[in-house]
């Protein structure tokens, strides 16, 4: 008998990740009610993407680099929900960057971009939709959780996180992985 106990808690948490995994139900696939994009790391702006030399989306990158020292995790879906939490997106310890800076966030606010490809008259072009603020701390943390109105289609969708006062990308999905050129392990960073 105690071992059934034993057990219980271990059997409670994989069916709450089964459940967390599991595809959208069926009442939510019939109210148009789809996830469209879910992501566990983020790229901070770094290298050639710093400035305005190489827009993403026509959005420029700050004219500083910065890295995401714990995590940004979201997702969004059809109905245009939208959340991200951010964890540690900061000036990176970069030489371009003032000694009083690094690891720190100095923006207030945090905005998120979700960028998609849509159809036209004309053909394809991008469709960027921001959010309004969000409270960002010292230490590069916020939440972000609202509703957008979606273009349709959305395709190819990235979102990233702006700066609260100007239209510039701090971080956006995707990732940087470090490795030896043996082809070695790769380690996948949050930056």
């Known amino acids: 008998m105690n071992r059934l106990f034993a057990l219980a808690p271990l059997t409670l948490a994989l069916a709450g990740a089964s459940l967390a995994a599991s595809p959208p139900s069926p009442a939510d696939q019939e109210h148009g009610n789809r996830r469209i994009l879910s992501f566990h790391t983020m790229y901070g702006v770094d290298g050639p993407f710093v400035g305005d030399a190489n827009p993403v989306r026509d959005v420029i990158g700050d004219e500083l680099?910065?890295?995401?020292?714990?995590?940004?995790?979201?997702?969004?879906?059809?109905?245009?929900?939208?959340?991200?939490?951010?964890?540690?997106?900061?000036?990176?310890?970069?030489?371009?960057?003032?000694?009083?800076?690094?690891?720190?966030?100095?923006?207030?606010?945090?905005?998120?971009?979700?960028?998609?490809?849509?159809?036209?008259?004309?053909?394809?072009?991008?469709?960027?939709?921001?959010?309004?603020?969000?409270?960002?701390?010292?230490?590069?943390?916020?939440?972000?959780?609202?509703t957008i109105e979606l273009p349709n289609p959305c395709v190819a969708p990235i979102v990233m996180i702006l700066a609260g006062s100007e239209d510039k990308w701090f971080a956006m999905t995707g990732f940087e992985s470090e490795g030896d050129d043996e082809g070695g392990d790769e380690t996948p960073l949050n930056n």
């Open 65 to 146: 680099p910065w890295t995401v020292e714990g995590f940004v995790i979201g997702d969004f879906d059809s109905r245009g929900h939208l959340t991200v939490l951010v964890r540690g997106l900061v000036f990176a310890d970069d030489p371009s960057v003032p000694p009083e800076l690094v690891g720190t966030n100095d923006e207030a606010e945090f905005r998120a971009l979700v960028s998609c490809l849509t159809e036209t008259d004309a053909g394809v072009e991008t469709q960027n939709v921001i959010t309004d603020g969000f409270h960002a701390d010292v230490h590069g943390n916020s939440f972000i959780h609202t």
